[in-house]
C-alpha cells in the first residue's frame, strides 16, 4: 500500500523558503513512472495545485507562484521536496503531497487517488 | 477566484440525490480535459470520488457518479447519507493558465 508522509518545519518566517519533504513507502519512485505532486489549501480557501515533478526530474510548476517554486525528487530516500522562496502571509496553508492515479499521466489528466495527511505551515514573524 | 465554479453549498435530506455543478470554460472543461472529483473532511487529505470524466477508484460506493457536457461537469451522489456531508472539489486543466485547477469547492449538508 502506496503511503505519502510530508516533513517541514511549521513555521516559517516571511521572506525565508519553505522547504517540505515528502517520503513515499510502499513503492519505488525509481522503480515507477508516477508524477510526484504538490496541493495546498490555504485557511478557508480551496485546493491549488503547486507543481508535479517526474521520477526523472522533470518539473510542472504552476506559473501563479512564478519563480519562487523548486521540486526535486531524491530516489535514493525515495523522498521528493518542495522549495517556496520568498514566502509572505499568504503561502500561510496546508501543504499535500500526492499521486496521480496512473502511472506516466500528469495529475489533471487522471485525478489524484494517493495524499499524505497534509502538514501545516505557518509564514509568521 | 477559481476558474471552476462551484456553488459554495447544496443540501439534501437523506436518501435524496443531490448534485454539485462544476461549471467552466472553453479553455478547460470545454477544450475536452477531463475532470476529477474529491471528497474531503475538515483536517483529512482530498479522496479521489471519480476521474476522468468516467471512472470511479475502488472502494468508492456506486453512489457517487460523475458527468461531462459542454462546459461543465457535475457530481451526482444518490442516496444520500449523513456520512456523505463534506467539502466537494472539482478538477481540471486550464489551457490558457497551464495549470492544474480547482474549482472553489461545495458544502454538502445533510439535512
Known amino acids: 500500500q502506496v503511503q505519502l508522509q510530508e516533513s517541514g518545519p511549521g513555521r516559517v518566517k516571511p521572506s525565508e523558503p519553505l522547504s517540505l519533504t515528502c517520503t513515499v513507502s510502499g513503492v519505488s519512485i525509481r522503480g515507477t513512472t508516477y508524477y510526484w505532486v504538490w496541493i495546498r489549501q490555504p485557511p478557508g480557501k480551496g485546493l491549488e495545485w503547486i507543481g508535479s515533478i517526474y521520477h526523472s526530474g522533470s518539473t510542472f510548476y504552476n506559473p501563479s507562484f512564478k519563480s519562487r517554486v523548486t521540486m526535486s525528487v531524491d530516489s535514493s530516500k525515495n523522498q521528493f521536496s518542495l522549495t517556496l522562496t520568498s514566502v509572505t502571509a499568504a503561502d500561510t496553508a496546508v501543504y499535500y503531497c500526492a499521486r496521480p492515479s496512473e502511472e506516466t499521466f500528469l495529475e489533471w489528466s487522471v485525478g489524484l487517488d494517493v495524499w499524505g495527511q497534509g502538514t501545516t505551515v505557518t509564514v509568521s514573524s | 477566484q477559481s476558474v471552476l465554479t462551484q456553488p459554495p453549498s447544496v443540501s439534501g435530506a437523506p436518501g435524496q440525490r443531490v448534485t454539485i455543478s462544476c461549471t467552466g470554460t472553453?479553455?478547460?472543461?470545454?477544450?475536452?480535459?477531463?475532470v476529477h472529483w474529491y471528497q474531503k473532511f475538515p483536517g483529512k487529505a482530498p479522496r479521489l470520488l471519480f476521474y476522468e470524466n468516467n471512472s470511479r477508484p475502488s472502494g468508492v460506493p456506486d453512489r457517487f457518479s460523475g458527468s461531462k457536457s459542454g462546459t461543465s461537469a457535475s457530481l451526482a451522489i444518490t442516496g444520500l447519507q449523513a456520512e456523505d456531508e463534506a467539502d466537494y472539489y472539482c478538477h481540471s486543466y486550464d489551457t490558457s493558465l497551464s495549470a492544474s485547477v480547482f474549482g472553489g469547492g461545495t458544502r454538502l449538508t445533510v439535512l
Open positions: 472553453s479553455s478547460n472543461i470545454g477544450a475536452g480535459y477531463g
